[in-house]
């Protein structure tokens, strides 16, 4: 995974690269264009003999013609990236055949001959192509070293100094060269800057937003979203009035943000409570870590069972669950959703009865009516529903029978006769409270399922689960058994794992739509840096003079290499200068002087502890 992100960013990195030579490529292929057109202008308005003019036209006009399809090519992005070498290495051989070709045609060539333009071939090399730094060190290495060895096969052998004269040479190209790649080393130094802090940026803020949306996420896992809101929106409002109370008095303690009481009153809604009947016991067998696991699997069906009926659960305690259908949205069929979630819970636990041979059953109870909800709690929420007809929905649980559903009067008087199937249920002679409130209860038995119910063969599951060794092969075919479920683990969707796989590809998706978006080309849109705020659009300084001593302010790290780059070009052209000019008292102290100044320059660059103000 690692190797696959580092190869899609060095992908994307490339590809920002060849973005940003694009438009330099384009302005090569106009240069060499008005180039060739104008020398081909003033060669046919000269009065030169023919021979000569058509060892000129006829590289000019291939290179016109070439760069002109080429402009044409590059203007879509997708074959640019694909053939930005095989274009690059085009536009080079018309560039050498106008320097080699004449040289090949005519019988007169003299070793200052076409230096000027070999210079420029090597500039445009290392500036305006997409090329990499070997590439580039190839192509103009090969086109110094041709020149050097066509000039002095080519060159008259008598004229004086001719040796002297191919040095002088290869010392400009060699120091064309080295400018070249300090350019080139820069320009990548900065790009991959550029990309670097924009990948950091976007990763930040995509990692922001992620924690954001996983501490919403857990927020919704305590209370629900509409309270949520609630709660989050006074949460500001207390932070807002806090700051203001400190600001007026700062030694006064900021006063509590979390005392307000978020209650809300929901009727017609109907109670659900549900027991694992025989799971204390089966409990015994099983080791901490397999109880808390299987409680998972568990529950964590239940859930999808009451999302699939339009139930809320509200809280888990220890074996059993409860949940609340009706609220926050007021639904009609609350009651009905709650029997056929009871009935569905009292399948599942049947299932694993069945498939494992364990003693396990459901007790559900459910009664309709009103009830109080709400956050309560100062350091640690907790969101609950309190009511009479909650306490009752909790007796219609104790007070019911395995694999039933136990509903009171008001729910049945809920539900669709014809649906549904009851039968007395008498819980008042198992529950004081049932019987001090004259409940009436009743026992659903759903009319497709009470013939299979009927039938089902009777198996001696106590045999089965009887003594130690009996337990705790009952726990362990159950925790099998609960695995083939695959309930989701708490907080799995904001593992680590998952958050940095969603961090890699939502940020490769947003660094090439920041670098990579279509645009027109900024180097001919002279409205996008004239009408550019803050600064000035030919002096590039800030207009804000507050602004421009900043600037001033923060160091260069670069300023030394290019302080380096410009003592190489001077000692380049005192070595042409020695091997030509005469040796006397001004030479020698012209560049003399100059030679102490950078000298000076270098020494004041490099040095690590000079403050910048210094500079100043």
Same mark, same amino acid.
């Given at each position: 995974m690692?190797?696959?992100?580092?190869?899609?960013?060095?992908?994307?990195?490339?590809?920002?690269?060849?973005?940003?030579?694009?438009?330099?490529?384009?302005?090569?292929?106009?240069?060499?264009?008005?180039?060739?057109?104008?020398?081909?202008?003033?060669?046919?308005?000269?009065?030169?003999?023919?021979?000569?003019?058509?060892?000129?036209?006829?590289?000019?006009?291939?290179?016109?013609?070439?760069?002109?399809?080429?402009?044409?090519c590059?203007?879509?992005?997708?074959?640019?990236r694909?053939?930005?070498?095989?274009?690059?290495?085009?536009?080079?051989?018309?560039?050498?055949?106008?320097?080699?070709?004449?040289?090949?045609?005519?019988?007169?060539?003299?070793?200052?001959?076409?230096v000027?333009?070999?210079?420029?071939?090597?500039?445009?090399?290392?500036?305006?192509?997409?090329?990499?730094?070997?590439?580039?060190?190839?192509?103009?290495?090969v086109?110094?070293?041709?020149?050097?060895v066509?000039?002095?096969?080519?060159?008259?052998?008598?004229?004086?100094?001719?040796?002297?004269?191919?040095?002088?040479?290869?010392?400009?190209?060699?120091?064309?060269?080295?400018?070249?790649?300090?350019?080139?080393?820069?320009?990548d130094?900065?790009q991959?800057?550029?990309?670097?802090?924009?990948?950091?940026c976007?990763?930040?803020?995509?990692?922001?937003?992620?924690?954001?949306?996983?501490?919403?996420?857990?927020l !919704?896992?305590? @209370?629900? &979203?509409?309270? #949520?809101?609630e709660?989050?929106? /006074?949460?500001? =409002?207390? *932070?807002h009035?806090?700051?203001?109370?400190?600001?007026?008095?700062?030694?006064?303690?900021?006063?509590?943000?979390?005392?307000?009481?978020?209650?809300?009153?929901?009727k017609n809604?109907?109670?659900?409570?549900?027991?694992?009947?025989?799971?204390?016991?089966?409990?015994?067998?099983?080791?901490?870590?397999e109880?808390?696991?299987?409680?998972?699997e568990l529950?964590?069906?239940?859930?999808?069972?009451?999302?699939?009926?339009?139930?809320?659960r509200i809280k888990?305690?220890?074996?059993?669950?409860?949940?609340?259908?009706?609220?926050?949205?007021?639904?009609?069929?609350?009651?009905?959703?709650?029997?056929?979630?009871? !009935?569905?819970? @009292?399948? &599942?636990?049947? #299932?694993?009865?069945?498939?494992? /041979?364990?003693? =396990?059953? *459901?007790?559900?109870?459910?009664?309709?009516?009103?009830?109080?909800?709400?956050?309560?709690?100062?350091?640690?929420?907790?969101?609950?529903?309190?009511?009479d007809?909650?306490?009752i929905?909790?007796?219609?649980?104790?007070?019911?029978?395995p694999?039933?559903?136990?509903?009171?009067?008001?729910?049945?008087?809920?539900?669709?006769?014809?649906?549904?199937?009851?039968?007395?249920?008498?819980?008042?002679?198992?529950?004081?409270?049932?019987?001090?409130?004259?409940?009436?209860?009743?026992?659903?038995?759903?009319?497709?399922?009470?013939?299979?119910?009927?039938s089902?063969?009777?198996?001696?599951?106590?045999?089965?689960?009887?003594?130690?060794?009996?337990s705790?092969?009952?726990?362990?075919?159950?925790a099998?058994?609960l695995?083939?479920?695959?309930?989701?683990?708490?907080?799995?969707?904001?593992?680590?794992?998952?958050?940095?796989?969603?961090i890699?590809?939502t940020?490769?998706?947003?660094?090439?739509?920041s670098?990579?978006?279509?645009?027109?080309?900024?180097?001919?849109?002279?409205?996008?840096?004239?009408?550019?705020?803050?600064?000035?659009?030919?002096?590039?300084?800030?207009?804000?003079?507050?602004?421009?001593?900043?600037?001033?302010?923060?160091?260069?790290?670069?300023?030394?290499?290019?302080?380096?780059?410009?003592?190489?070009?001077?000692?380049?052209?005192?070595?042409?200068?020695?091997?030509?000019?005469?040796?006397?008292?001004v030479?020698y102290?012209?560049?003399?002087?100059?030679?102490?100044?950078?000298?000076?320059l270098?020494?004041?660059?490099?040095?690590?502890?000079?403050?910048?103000?210094?500079l100043?």
């Open positions: 690692k190797l696959q992100k580092n190869m899609d960013m060095k992908n994307l990195y490339d590809r920002y690269c060849l973005r940003q030579k694009h438009s330099l490529f384009l302005s090569l292929l106009v240069l060499a264009i008005l180039y060739a057109v104008c020398v081909v202008t003033l060669i046919l308005i000269s009065d030169r003999p023919a021979r000569e003019n058509i060892a000129h036209l006829i590289p000019l006009c291939i290179t016109a013609a070439v760069c002109f399809l080429v402009a044409v590059v203007q879509v992005q997708a074959l640019f694909v053939l930005a070498i095989y274009f690059s290495v085009a536009v080079w051989f018309c560039l050498l055949s106008i320097v080699f070709v004449p040289m090949l045609l005519l019988e007169k060539t003299a070793t200052k001959d076409n000027a333009i070999v210079m420029c071939i090597i500039v445009f090399i290392y500036t305006m192509m997409p090329v990499n730094k070997i590439q580039a060190l190839t192509a103009s290495a086109t110094s070293i041709a020149h050097l066509l000039s002095g096969i080519l060159s008259d052998r008598h004229v004086q100094c001719l040796n002297w004269q191919l040095i002088a040479n290869a010392v400009i190209y060699l120091c064309m060269n080295l400018v070249g790649l300090y350019h080139k080393w820069m320009t130094i900065a991959m800057h550029t990309f670097m802090d924009t990948r950091y976007i990763e930040s803020r995509i990692k922001l937003e992620y924690e954001k949306e996983q501490q919403e996420q857990l !919704l896992s305590v @209370i629900p &979203a509409y309270i #949520a809101a709660v989050k929106r /006074g949460i500001i =409002v207390k *932070m009035q806090s700051t203001l109370d400190v600001s007026r008095r700062p030694s006064a303690p900021p006063s509590s943000m979390f005392h307000e009481m978020y209650v809300q009153m929901h809604v109907s109670i659900l409570y549900a027991d694992i009947v025989n799971f204390t016991p089966l409990a015994h067998g099983m080791e901490a870590a109880l808390v696991k299987t409680l998972n529950f964590g069906r239940f859930d999808k069972i009451a999302q699939d009926n339009q139930c809320m888990i305690l220890g074996d059993c669950y409860y949940c609340v259908s009706g609220m926050p949205i007021s639904r009609p069929t609350h009651a009905s959703n709650c029997v056929k979630m009871g !009935l569905e819970m @009292i399948e &599942a636990i049947r #299932a694993v009865r069945q498939a494992t /041979g364990v003693d =396990v059953d *459901m007790r559900i109870g459910i009664h309709s009516g009103d009830v109080l909800c709400g956050v309560i709690g100062l350091r640690k929420w907790q969101y609950d529903v309190w009511s007809d909650v306490t929905a909790n007796h219609m649980e104790s007070s019911g029978m694999g039933k559903v136990h509903i009171t009067k008001e729910t049945l008087m809920q539900l669709d006769e014809n649906k549904w199937e009851v039968e007395p249920g008498n819980g008042a002679q198992r529950d004081e409270l049932l019987k001090e409130h004259e409940i009436e209860t009743y026992f659903i038995v759903p009319l497709k399922r009470k013939a299979s119910i009927e089902e063969s009777e198996v001696d599951l106590k045999a089965l689960g009887s003594g130690p060794r009996g705790i092969m009952s726990s362990t075919r159950v099998r058994y695995e083939s479920w695959e309930a989701d683990k708490p907080f799995a969707n904001i593992t680590e794992g998952v958050v940095a796989k969603n890699e590809l940020s490769l998706a947003l660094i090439e739509a670098l990579l978006q279509p645009r027109r080309n900024s180097c001919w849109n002279f409205r996008y840096w004239i009408n550019v705020e803050d600064i000035h659009p030919v002096s590039l300084h800030f207009t804000d003079t507050s602004l421009e001593r900043l600037y001033y302010r923060q160091p260069d790290p670069v300023f030394k290499y290019s302080i380096a780059c410009v003592s190489l070009i001077y000692f380049c052209m005192l070595i042409i200068q020695v091997f030509f000019m005469p040796k006397n008292l030479l102290i012209s560049y003399g002087a100059i030679f102490f100044l950078f000298v000076i270098l020494g004041v660059s490099w040095a690590e502890n000079v403050q910048v103000e210094l100043l």
